[in-house]
């Protein structure tokens, strides 16, 4: 699945998107709200699942190599969050969806073999 | 005005750097001056006198059991009590220091507490050296003109075969910022990364880093990171000024955290740290004193075939 398919399901805005940000292949996803589970996770052009909005989260992120991150369940995004998701050029999306029916939507899709 | 070169001064990055490297056996003065319950409080005066020495210990069966002054003697000089054994009027509660802890938590020690020297025990509890502040400096001079000689000679090797490239910084980390947390770490996967070190190895050594990086941060009064790689391994250390660790075995054990609500409100906290780094790390040491400080080593091998990332499951 792609980038843009994963957006449009989790009904996400965009807080970073880089050119070409639609057609980034997602392989995997990891849904954590653990620095130190989301640190040692792994997996090749992985999809970030998160609630914390510490700018911590996307500095963690480009240390594993994940490809972009979705916030979950938060209406507001710090402006250090964002900023830091620029800095990095890390793809950086916000949903209201709570963290579990943004898995159960992602796990669907996936299944469907999109 | 203190003699000791102090932790948090920000010109002494480097001379921290230096201080790490030795430890409190490598500076001590081993030649002893100590007496038994006891000797006189003259006696004592009399050894001062004759080794122009301000402080002397006092063992029972080579263990330290209380410490005379200088200033005991001017009282007891003054209150006419110089006859008297040295039971009866030394400080009793000593502290002491190990002697194989590293000379920054002796630098620490100096900085909390107001003696002027510490008797250093071996293992055993044992009195085996005394330090003084004159002691670090001097240690510290030294140490630091080897390492100018070193640098000299490996700048100019570099120069002439144009291989060797090493890498070497030190971040200071502040008690509570997380701003700049993780910084280090970025670097040192971005210089991994320009070298063409395997990806699962560049990940573990980010991993030690990071969480290094941010035990400093979340759990240190703060302290410096350092990063040295060259063609064999990364070399990472952090080492804070306290308030040290209680129970070292146990911030060993996944899942164990003193962290307070606010840090995990941050995302951390899960008493993952310390665990993670060591099963990532080829090399790792860790060592703690309270109220001086903490100093963790973690080695990665970058020729390692062994990549694996060791996922906790």
């Given at each position: 699945m792609?980038l843009?398919?994963?957006?449009?399901t989790?009904e996400?805005?965009p807080?970073?998107?880089p050119e070409g940000w639609e057609?980034?292949?997602?392989e995997?996803?990891f849904?954590?709200?653990?620095i130190s589970?989301i640190?040692?996770s792994e997996?090749?052009?992985q999809l970030?699942?998160?609630?914390?909005t510490?700018?911590?989260?996307?500095r963690?992120?480009a240390?594993v190599?994940a490809v972009a991150?979705?916030l979950v369940?938060?209406?507001?995004?710090?402006?250090?969050?964002?900023?830091?998701?620029?800095?990095?050029d890390?793809?950086l999306?916000?949903?209201?969806?709570p963290k579990?029916?943004?898995?159960v939507?992602?796990?669907?899709?996936?299944?469907?073999?999109? | 005005m203190?003699e000791?070169p102090?932790?948090?001064?920000?010109?002494s990055?480097r001379i921290?750097?230096?201080?790490?490297g030795l430890?409190?056996?490598?500076?001590?003065?081993t030649?002893?001056?100590a007496?038994?319950r006891?000797?006189?409080?003259?006696?004592?005066?009399?050894?001062?006198?004759n080794?122009g020495?301000?402080?002397v210990?006092?063992v029972?069966?080579?263990?330290?059991v209380g410490?005379i002054?200088?200033?005991?003697i001017?009282?007891?000089?003054?209150?006419g009590?110089?006859?008297?054994?040295?039971?009866?009027?030394m400080?009793?509660d000593?502290?002491?220091?190990?002697?194989?802890?590293p000379?920054t938590?002796?630098?620490?020690?100096?900085?909390?507490f107001?003696?002027?020297r510490?008797?250093?025990?071996?293992q055993?509890n044992?009195?085996?050296?005394?330090?003084?502040?004159?002691?670090?400096?001097?240690?510290l001079?030294?140490?630091l003109s080897?390492?100018l000689?070193?640098?000299?000679?490996?700048?100019?090797?570099?120069?002439?075969?144009?291989e060797?490239?090493v890498?070497?910084?030190?971040?200071r980390?502040?008690?509570?910022d997380f701003e700049h947390a993780g910084r280090?770490?970025?670097?040192l996967k971005?210089?991994l990364?320009?070298?063409?070190?395997?990806?699962k190895?560049i990940?573990r050594?980010?991993?030690?880093?990071?969480?290094?990086?941010?035990n400093?941060?979340?759990h240190?009064?703060?302290g410096t990171f350092?990063?040295?790689?060259?063609?064999?391994?990364?070399?990472?250390?952090a080492?804070?000024?306290?308030?040290?660790i209680?129970?070292v075995d146990?911030?060993?054990?996944?899942?164990?955290s003193?962290?307070?609500?606010?840090?995990?409100?941050?995302?951390?906290?899960a008493?993952m740290g310390?665990?993670?780094?060591?099963?990532?790390s080829?090399e790792?040491?860790?060592q703690s004193?309270l109220?001086?400080?903490?100093m963790v080593?973690?080695i990665?091998?970058?020729t390692?075939?062994n990549?694996?990332?060791?996922?906790?499951?």
């Amino acid at each position: 699945m792609n980038l843009k398919q994963i957006v449009e399901t989790l009904e996400a805005v965009p807080l970073h998107a880089p050119e070409g940000w639609e057609a980034l292949e997602i392989e995997d996803v990891f849904a954590s709200d653990l620095i130190s589970d989301i640190l040692v996770s792994e997996g090749d052009n992985q999809l970030l699942l998160t609630s914390l909005t510490s700018l911590q989260v996307v500095r963690t992120a480009a240390l594993v190599g994940a490809v972009a991150i979705v916030l979950v369940h938060r209406r507001q995004t710090p402006p250090g969050m964002v900023s830091a998701a620029k800095d990095q050029d890390t793809p950086l999306f916000r949903s209201t969806l709570p963290k579990y029916e943004a898995c159960v939507k992602l796990g669907r899709m996936q299944e469907a073999g999109a | 005005m203190s003699e000791v070169p102090q932790p948090l001064d920000d010109s002494s990055l480097r001379i921290q750097e230096l201080a790490y490297g030795l430890k409190v056996r490598d500076v001590m003065t081993t030649k002893i001056f100590a007496v038994t319950r006891t000797c006189t409080m003259r006696d004592v005066q009399v050894i001062m006198k004759n080794n122009g020495i301000s402080g002397v210990p006092v063992v029972d069966d080579s263990h330290v059991v209380g410490i005379i002054s200088m200033n005991d003697i001017m009282n007891a000089f003054v209150d006419g009590y110089m006859d008297d054994a040295v039971s009866l009027h030394m400080i009793s509660d000593v502290q002491t220091l190990s002697d194989d802890v590293p000379l920054t938590f002796a630098m620490s020690a100096f900085s909390k507490f107001s003696f002027r020297r510490f008797p250093v025990v071996n293992q055993k509890n044992a009195l085996v050296g005394i330090i003084t502040p004159r002691n670090i400096n001097l240690a510290l001079i030294r140490e630091l003109s080897r390492q100018l000689d070193e640098m000299e000679e490996t700048g100019e090797q570099t120069k002439s075969t144009g291989e060797n490239k090493v890498f070497h910084r030190i971040y200071r980390l502040t008690r509570y910022d997380f701003e700049h947390a993780g910084r280090a770490s970025a670097e040192l996967k971005k210089q991994l990364k320009a070298r063409g070190v395997p990806p699962k190895i560049i990940r573990r050594a980010a991993i030690a880093s990071y969480e290094l990086e941010i035990n400093i941060v979340a759990h240190s009064h703060g302290g410096t990171f350092t990063v040295l790689i060259d063609n064999e391994r990364v070399r990472i250390t952090a080492n804070d000024f306290g308030p040290g660790i209680p129970d070292v075995d146990s911030a060993m054990t996944e899942g164990y955290s003193t962290a307070n609500d606010w840090i995990r409100s941050q995302g951390f906290g899960a008493g993952m740290g310390l665990p993670n780094v060591k099963r990532v790390s080829d090399e790792f040491e860790i060592q703690s004193g309270l109220e001086m400080g903490t100093m963790v080593k973690a080695i990665v091998y970058l020729t390692d075939s062994n990549g694996e990332c060791g996922q906790n499951n």
